[in-house]
């Protein structure tokens, strides 16, 4: 048992027994988080190999609450919650699992038990899962499973990753646009078993089986029995496999949809995407850009170190290079800095200043390109606007630091000098801010990654040479 998991173990002495008694209570907090307590008594029951009553700790907690048990583990102690579990617990676990976590839970889990839980999920999810796997144990879990499950993961692997072909689940309710609404629902009923657990639509379809239309359930069960399908069906919003995943959420988000069909080039029906799979794609989008942001990727409670500075260090090293750069500026001016040193006080604020600004207008504009409310059609008057901004901040800005510089060193020259520079480097901050990733969105490139690079670059070169040139022009 590792130092971390021993430490939340001591934490056992301080609960009463009473609190024991309702272990769903004690499990998760007011906010559904869990109970470091709960995490404690696990630990406790692991340490003493007490399987009965582990089993009933893990039986009083949801999937989602198993996931996250894991991530407070060692690698030993997840190996051995993982024996208690059934396929099917198994399979509901492995669909919350944080990837860093389930890859290394993955190799504790034997290829028949895994093969046995993935045909318990979701298709969309087992792949997931699958691609997690290294090679030798991926072609043993496939082996062992029957061969339309396997045949129907294989088939999703073929497509790109980050496609709606990987986001899809093949689980797909469909009917003939020849049906009746009570057809359609008596087929349901003699079908149960071999029906997707969750689906929202009915999906109408032509003898290509291609789909022409769609009923929400909740139409359906309302509609008169005699009803024909295709007098009360929808139209849809189609996917093609291979569309990228942003635009499939975008779309998602757009018009408002709960599931869409997926379709193959031929326009033949393959999948559905529903809802919550576009949830994770959102929160996995965004917390990419937040952290491409800052020049770093995603390090979870697994992460090592050197993983982690791996990913960060070329940013920094580059970073560097930017602000050699900028700073070389300074060497220009030294004159001007040994003639007045209170320059030398006063230009860290100008830089930080802009640089503060800029990352302001870059974040909006990253947002912006992400919701798709930034594109050529209103680029215009968004730089235009934010140019507005940033030099009315700076204006007020000026106004303030020029009457504290004037308060301190009683030098108007310098007051002026101070808010001068502070007004042009805003500018420039905002128009840094808003170019930046619109250019390099047109380039190719992905603006979160690379703009805020650029950005501090721009502020603190245009910082260091509007205070010192306009120092030079009007106090020397």
């Not at 007490?50 to 996931?67: F, I, K, Q």
């Not at 839970?105 to 028949?112: I, R």
């Not at 975008?250 to 995407?273: C, D, M, T, W």
């Not at 504009?365 to 930034?374: F, K, N, T």
């Amino acid at each position: 048992m590792s130092r971390e998991t021993a430490d939340l173990t001591e934490a056992k002495d301080q609960i009463p027994p009473e609190a024991e008694e309702d272990l769903e209570d004690l499990a998760l907090g007011e906010d559904y988080a869990l109970n470091p307590d709960y995490v404690a008594i696990v630990a406790d029951a692991l340490d003493r190999g007490d399987a009965e009553r582990l089993s009933e700790l893990l039986g009083a907690l949801r999937p989602a609450d198993v996931a996250d048990l894991m991530g407070f583990l060692s690698s030993g102690d997840r190996e051995e919650v993982i024996a208690h579990l059934d396929p099917e617990a198994l399979a509901e676990v492995l669909s919350e699992l944080d990837p860093e976590i389930r890859e290394d839970v993955l190799e504790h889990v034997p290829a028949a038990i895994l093969a046995k839980a993935l045909g318990e999920m979701d298709s969309d999810d087992a792949v997931d899962v699958v691609e997690d796997l290294e090679d030798d144990k991926r072609a043993q879990v496939l082996a062992a499973m029957p061969e339309g499950e396997r045949a129907a993961i294989e088939t999703s692997l073929g497509y790109e990753e980050e496609t709606a072909g990987r986001l899809m689940q093949r689980e797909v309710v469909w009917a003939p646009q020849f049906w009746t609404v009570g057809q359609t629902i008596d087929h349901f009923r003699r079908e149960g078993d071999a029906m997707p657990e969750l689906f929202f639509d009915v999906y109408v379809v032509d003898p290509s089986h291609i789909p022409v239309g769609a009923i929400p359930v909740s139409h359906l069960l309302r509609t008169k029995r005699e009803t024909p399908l295709a007098q009360i069906m929808e139209a849809i919003t189609e996917i093609p496999v291979d569309m990228d995943q942003e635009e499939v959420a975008y779309i998602f988000n757009k018009y408002h949809l709960i599931s869409a069909p997926v379709v193959e080039p031929g326009g033949r029906l393959v999948g559905q995407i529903t809802v919550d799979d576009i949830v994770g794609v959102i929160q996995e989008e965004s917390e990419e850009d937040i952290l491409a942001l800052a020049g770093v990727s995603d390090a979870g409670r697994d992460a090592d170190v050197v993983g982690i500075v791996k990913s960060r260090l070329p940013w920094l090293v580059i970073n560097l290079a930017t602000e050699t750069l900028a700073v070389s500026v300074v060497g220009v001016f030294q004159d001007t800095i040994a003639k007045v040193i209170a320059l030398a006080v006063l230009m860290p604020i100008v830089s930080s200043l802009g640089g503060n600004a800029g990352t302001q207008a870059l974040t909006v504009a990253v947002r912006a390109l992400a919701s798709r409310e930034l594109n050529a059609a209103n680029a215009a008057r968004i730089i235009w606007r934010e140019l507005i901004v940033g030099l009315l901040n700076g204006l007020v800005l000026a106004l303030v630091m020029g009457l504290a510089v004037l308060a301190w060193y009683h030098d108007a020259r310098l007051a002026w000098t101070m808010g001068l520079a502070i007004i042009a480097n805003l500018f420039v901050a905002a128009l840094a801010g808003i170019l930046a990733p619109i250019v390099l969105e047109r380039l190719g490139r992905d603006p979160a990654v690379s703009s805020s690079v650029l950005v501090t670059f721009a502020t603190d070169f245009m910082g260091f040479l509007a205070l010192l040139g306009i120092a030079s022009l009007i106090l020397l």
